[in-house]
């Protein structure tokens, strides 16, 4: 499934310099820059909303077009590549957007979702999602929203790889075949805990030693 999403980011021109980004954060604004094989860097400043609501790996694979009054920027093709956080206060301060070669393949995250149902959970097992995306090369116009990976045949203790995905024809897979991407898992037998069997104290007369029974060493 190809994302038709084009959202639209606003950008203005800003001026390089410490002083001016910190201005402009005050102001609810993030520095950021633009850069790719055909766009020479171009500094810039972005909404910090918007950039707060499309931060995040659901929309690292998502195209967006820029709009701005300044020509060399509106209509630009990018894609959300960093977003830097302040450490504490977790505040987007600096945004870097690619804008790819739309002729050339580019490489992205995308989300994987498991679909079907296990064969191995009706027999107790427990189905874990172990790997959430998947890195791969595409066109950007071709970029899937997702892709799918099907349980359907997993049984107790199997395992579904990268290998076994099916992808879109365009779509060359980069991350290594042998993760796994989802396991039915045998659950675990819960073994009870034998109670300690207390040991018999020894009656007194045992435990110790009876008086005098230590021979004193022979006198020669």
Do not use: C, W
């Amino acid at each position: 499934m190809k994302s038709n999403e084009r959202v639209e980011i606003p950008v203005s021109a800003r001026t390089s310099g410490k002083h001016h980004s910190r201005q402009a954060r005050s102001q609810g604004r993030v520095p950021a820059t633009v850069y790719g094989p055909k766009t020479e860097p171009i500094n810039v400043l972005a909404d910090e909303l918007v950039v707060r609501k499309y931060q995040g790996r659901k929309f690292e694979s998502t195209i967006f077009n820029l709009k701005s009054d300044d020509s060399k920027l509106n209509s630009i093709s990018v894609i959300l590549r960093d977003v830097q956080v302040h450490p504490v206060t977790r505040r987007p301060i600096h945004v870097d957007f690619y804008a790819p070669d739309m002729t050339k393949p580019v490489r992205v995250n995308v989300e994987l979702r498991l679909e079907g149902k296990a064969v191995g959970l009706s027999e107790g097992g427990l189905l874990e999602h172990l790997l959430r995306d998947i890195e791969i090369e595409v066109l950007p116009l071709e970029i899937p929203e997702f892709i799918s990976a099907d349980v359907s045949n997993l049984g107790l203790g199997d395992a579904l790889h990268v290998s076994d995905v099916q992808v879109p024809a365009g779509v060359k897979v980069i991350s290594l075949p042998t993760l796994t991407i989802a396991t039915v898992a045998v659950p675990k037998e819960e073994t009870a805990t034998p109670a300690a069997t207390a040991e018999a104290a020894p009656a007194a007369g045992a435990a110790a030693p009876a008086a005098g029974a230590a021979a004193a060493p022979a006198k020669k």
